[in-house]
């Protein structure tokens, strides 16, 4: 199959998007590499789901992956570009993450984050609720909000919720360029039927929530995993 550099588009932001984080996990101070032992269940358990969720809204026209800016080499029905899509999103955010947790690791707003976390859960409910009849509005939501229930409930991952805030903060940066480039082209492109049609610049608002919800349950699976290290010795 002849590919040309247009057909690359996608291929190549997903290169370029993890290659200062993969060079900088062998810098001495952090060693990011020394935690990659945590990362094949905290990016596969999410990915499974979320890889779920993209085959069937795919399926279903919710939205559609552009043949110009593919490689062509679909599974499931999802440009194999989009599989690595949930493999090195969630490396470059747990490696912002880490890098939260290291330079900031005295900031310390949990009591706070919480209370507003119980607000944005309530939010997403009712969000929910109204756009019910917006198919990737209210699944998104939907799973935001059961997803923040859950882990506002789970205590000991409280003590994280502060650098996790702080590592979606600063994750939107590097989102709003990648997926700005994927909707803009577009590479991916969404029912204008199924979702508010609010957009940051070419992204849809909804997407936001979506990396939410993934980079949470990224960083929930990377704790629950040194936590059970930490009891095992």
Known sequence: MDVNLQQSTYLLLMAGSVLFPLVFSFEKQIHFVSRWKFLPLAIGAPAAFFIGWDVWFTRTGIWSFSNEYTLGFRM?????????????????SLFIYENVKFFLQ??????????????????????????????????NFTFTTLFLVF??????????????????LIGTVPMLIVNGILTSFPVVSYNPLEFSNLRLFSIPVEDFTYYFLLLGMNVFFYELQQRKQHFEI
């Open 76 to 92: 499931m029905g999802l440009p194999a570009e989009e599989w690595l899509f949930f493999i090195i999103v969630p490396f470059c």
């Open 106 to 139: 005295k900031f310390s707003y949990h009591d706070r984050l919480v209370k507003l976390l119980w607000f944005v859960a309530v939010l997403c409910f009712l969000i929910a609720i109204v756009a019910h009849d917006l198919t990737y509005t209210f699944w």
């Open 151 to 168: 882990l506002l409930f789970t205590g000991w991952f409280r003590k994280h919720i502060t650098h996790f805030i702080i590592a979606f």
